[in-house]
């Protein structure tokens, strides 16, 4: 609860009390870290100098608050107030005014807002208004009057959110936000295009309007502004959007010089480098010998991810779906001829497995990694960075988005390849020196951003804030690459404070601890006897796919390597026991009613766990090197019980209760099987790439001090 100071044109000056109502996602690992004073990322969008300027006449309007009355609701009959995200720490907060003096214009009165920061930890204050769920569908811009008070100071920058309820039960905000830059003692109109805020897409229900002040963004830790006629409008000029059509016309005119886009099917399939001769496999075809069982399965494996691949340019084609019961004739399939980069950066790990599986030789090895390395030097780029999908035809790009957790994947592969290939190294080091993953760093969360909508030059609204989830891998090779501070990976959540009643378990011993001179906040889940952190959703490709390439037995025993086999165990457990399914291994996979995608999972598991549902072959690929008998066992009961594998191994995904299968390979499901079995198969083979790396070496060498349970 903290006060609000209403000061009236004849200066009479009465007090309100009103309620801290902003539900703010505060990743608090950051909050007990040295301050320090960094300014918003400078190619961010939200520093840009100066906004779109509106049009003389906007063709709609609505005024949210001028503050010409003597009380803090706005415009809409709705509160307002100021909030610190902290109330217990007395050197941090912010008070608002309604003040004559502060009001742009001759007339009315304007809001003087108040800010006091703590800058020996990461504070947070500012100013919230509710909007009673606003529907903001028919603008486009969000503007308002801002000038800082010199004698008291003002920082230059601050940031905009708008948020949305979820739902009408939830407690949890989809939040879309932009940081003003340039502010100076003179009025200034800020005019901020809502396609800009990319975290919320659909703009009805709109809850609530926040101004935030942030100890590490705010160059002046002190100070006030005057702030006026906050409103909508409507200028016609939308602007471009997260979900823009990309178009490819080198594609469309191939497709036309094949006689159209139909007759271009047959020919997109003769670019690939084969095609399976049969849909289901003799069930009694293979070995009792669990290593040879095994080795037969990692085969076929490699057998579908070296198949369906682009022969011309070596990239695998991100989706194949096949008819009914794996039906291999053409007219019942489709080919998704299209790939994304961490298909790409897998399919580079795959060729060094293969070959140390001497599945091919090293020779062979090497010309299809040129191949592909060929195709990489022609696809554009963006600041040394891929897209996130490319035509495998063309080479065009199909998005433009740049991620941050692609990105690193394709640097993964990279990596490894230089390693088990060092006739390789020179090309493999061209395309990773001209990258600079300082880019999707986000210094004041301390936290590695989504990504770059690069056609708006516009950072994606949301950070990966927990630890133990897919991106770490990331997070390990961007501080190898000395690109950010090894205090990003301690600034990560391991979990969120009990606060966050939305999450699947209250987290216990959430405490703070040094580890390497960074305080960390520590914390773990309990389940069945069992303490561990949870990953978002509780699938087991959050868990486990970082140790495809990194050893966390080894390099993070008390850490990672016992987190990542007790998330093997309970995912085992919790289907066979809990849900009574037959088999085990719940991830995001295709959905095998319909021809879709979703997130499975464990819901105990995650912060935010996902439904259960579909089993994926995948999960066992996974695991094989945690619980080695038990997902051996998983893979043959899989075999035993359903229509599920083919020429090139399993299909993606099973419904455990229906029996139904989605005939489907997903490029980065196999390859994330293939290079499970192949560490497990070769002796860590993937692994031991990577971790011979300069680059790996220098990012483990943070990781490894940490003990989840103390």
Known sequence: MQNMTIVSKSSIRFTLVS????????????????????????????????????????????????????????????????????????????????????????????????????????????????????????????????????????????????????SDTSREMDKASFVVQGITKEWRKISIPLNMMTGITDWKGIDEFVIVFHTRHADCQAGAYSIDEIALVKTGGRGPGIYDHVAIPKKKAWEAAQGGETSAIQAIRRRLVAWPSFGLSDRRSFPN?????????????????????????????????????????????????????????????????????????????????????????????????????????????????????DSAWLTAGLIVLRNAFPVLKLRCDLIINRQNYELFYDPVEQHMNHGWYVHMNARAEYNYGALYTEPRAGS???????????EHWFALLRTFPASNDWQALVPQNRVVKNIRGHEVIGGYY???????????????????????????????????????????????????????????????????????????????????????????????????????????????????????????????????????????????DQEMLFLGLANYLGDHCVQRYFEADPVAQKGLAVIGNEDFLK
């Open 476 to 486: 390990v090779i961007a501080i190898g690459l000395g690109a950010v501070p090894e």
């Open 19 to 166: 309620a801290y109502a902003s539900i703010f996602f505060l990743l608090v690992a950051g909050l007990f870290s040295a301050c320090g004073r960094m300014p918003w990322p400078p190619s961010s969008p939200a520093t840009t100098a100066a906004p779109s300027a509106l049009p003389p006449a906007p063709l709609k309007y609505l005024l949210l608050h001028d503050f010409d009355q003597h009380k803090i609701s706005n415009n809409l009959g709705r509160a307002c107030g100021s909030w610190n995200a902290e109330p217990e720490d007395t050197r941090s907060y912010a008070s608002a005014q309604i003040d004559v003096a502060s009001r742009h214009g001759d007339t009315g009165a304007g809001l003087r807002l108040e800010y006091h920061l703590n800058p020996e930890r990461a504070s947070q204050n500012g100013f919230w208004m509710k909007l009673g769920k606003l529907d903001m569908s028919d603008y486009d811009h969000l503007e308002f009057w801002v000038r800082g008070d010199s004698a008291a100071g003002f920082a230059s920058l601050f940031k905009i959110e708008l948020k949305r309820r979820k």
């Open 526 to 668: 309990s389940w069945g006897g069992l303490q561990y952190v949870p990953s978002w959703g509780g699938s087991l490709f959050e868990a486990l796919m970082p140790t495809m390439i990194i050893d966390e037995m080894k390099f993070a025993p008390k850490s990672l390597g016992r987190n990542d086999l007790i998330h093997a165990t309970i995912h085992r457990k919790y289907a066979l026991e809990e849900l009574k399914y037959p088999i085990w291994g719940m991830s995001p996979s295709s959905v095998p009613t319909e021809d879709n995608y979703s997130e499975y999972g464990v819901r105990i598991l995650g912060t935010k766990g996902y439904k259960p549902g579909a089993v994926t072959p995948h999960v066992s690929g996974l695991a094989v090197n945690f619980t080695p008998r038990e997902a051996i066992a998983n893979f043959r009961e899989m075999i035993k019980r359903y229509d599920c594998y083919g020429e090139f191994g399993f299909y993606d995904a099973i419904d455990p209760v229906t029996g139904q299968v989605s005939y489907k390979y997903l490029a980065l």
């Open 289 to 405: 010998d669990d290593r040879e069982f095994v080795l037969r399965i990692a085969r076929d494996t490699w057998k579908g991810i070296s198949s369906l691949a682009d022969r011309e340019h070596g990239l695998p084609y991100d989706t194949v779906r096949f008819g009914t019961r794996g039906s291999v004739r053409f007219d019942e399939c489709r080919l998704g001829d299209y790939t994304n980069i961490t298909n790409i950066g897998l399919y580079l790990m795959s060729l060094a497995a293969a070959r140390d599986l001497k599945f091919i030789a090293d020779t062979e090895a090497v010309g299809l990694a040129r191949t592909t390395l060929d195709s990489l030097d022609k696809m554009e780029t963006w600041k040394g960075f891929y897209y996130n999908y490319y035509d495998c035809t063309s080479l065009e790009r199909s998005s433009n988005f740049v991620s941050f957790v």
